[in-house]
């Protein structure tokens, strides 16, 4: 794919971000676009054919983030890529990662609700995963985000197929007003318990309609 063609919406990069998403001193480039339709969505605009700040390709990206290398590499930090879904922009992510300094910590924020070849593309390149599973229950699950959930739990025991992955993977285990209990939340981390994910944050969303959600 030419460098032209690669150019993709984002919603914006926010640098100087400290133990957020990811190690160190990260800088976050949040994608437009998503293949979930969540009700209390964070980033509403990335579902709005006009919420981009502007389009970029690898090359132009990595020009613009190379004035932190310094802190990365001081701090073990690098690029965390969130949105929306980055994971449907692999391979904008592929091409990147192969002009970046290798040193630099790949951090994917992630709902897994993609095809399999994304995370496949990703997959050399990826150093640790922020996963938002919502809910095990398909139920719940698809009543929040308006799809089912298989595609996430096949790609998460695929991803825990590799060695060391589970140390590699953060869980974010949501209370969603009206949508699941404390009890859901329960069956939620022992399912994850079972796969021998150990690092899970359980937090509660903040309810916020907005004129994005479906």
């Known amino acids: 794919m030419s460098e032209?063609?690669?150019?993709?919406?984002?919603?914006?990069?926010?640098?100087?971000?400290?133990?957020?998403?990811?190690?160190?001193?990260?800088?976050?480039?949040?994608?437009?676009?998503?293949?979930?339709?969540?009700?209390?969505?964070?980033?509403?605009?990335?579902?709005?054919?006009?919420?981009?700040?502007?389009?970029?390709?690898?090359?132009?990206?990595l020009n613009e983030v190379m004035i932190d290398n310094l802190y990365f590499l001081a701090t073990g930090g690098g690029i965390t890529f969130g949105g929306g879904e980055p994971a449907i922009r692999s391979k904008f992510i592929d091409?990147?990662?192969?002009?970046?300094?290798?040193?630099?910590?790949?951090?994917?924020?992630?709902?897994?609700?993609?095809?399999?070849?994304?995370?496949?593309?990703?997959?050399p390149h990826v150093h640790q995963y922020i996963i938002d599973i919502k809910d095990v229950d398909p139920e719940i699950y698809k009543r929040y985000t308006g799809l089912d959930n298989r595609r996430v739990l096949d790609n998460m025991q695929w991803l825990l197929g590799h060695d060391g992955m589970a140390d590699r993977i953060m869980v974010r285990v949501p209370h969603i007003p009206d949508f699941n209990t404390d009890e859901d939340v329960r069956r939620t981390r022992d399912y994850l318990a079972t796969l021998g994910i150990t690092h899970i944050d359980e937090f509660t969303y903040q309810r916020r309609e907005s004129s994005g959600e479906s």
């Open 4 to 61: 032209s063609r690669n150019r993709v919406p984002i919603i914006g990069v926010v640098r100087h971000r400290l133990a957020v998403d990811g190690q160190g001193v990260t800088t976050l480039v949040a994608f437009h676009g998503c293949t979930l339709r969540c009700r209390y969505c964070l980033n509403a605009q990335c579902l709005s054919v006009e919420g981009f700040s502007r389009t970029i390709t690898p090359a132009e990206l």
């Open 95 to 123: 091409a990147f990662c192969q002009m970046a300094p290798p040193e630099w910590h790949i951090t994917l924020e992630t709902a897994l609700n993609v095809d399999r070849s994304h995370l496949e593309r990703l997959l």
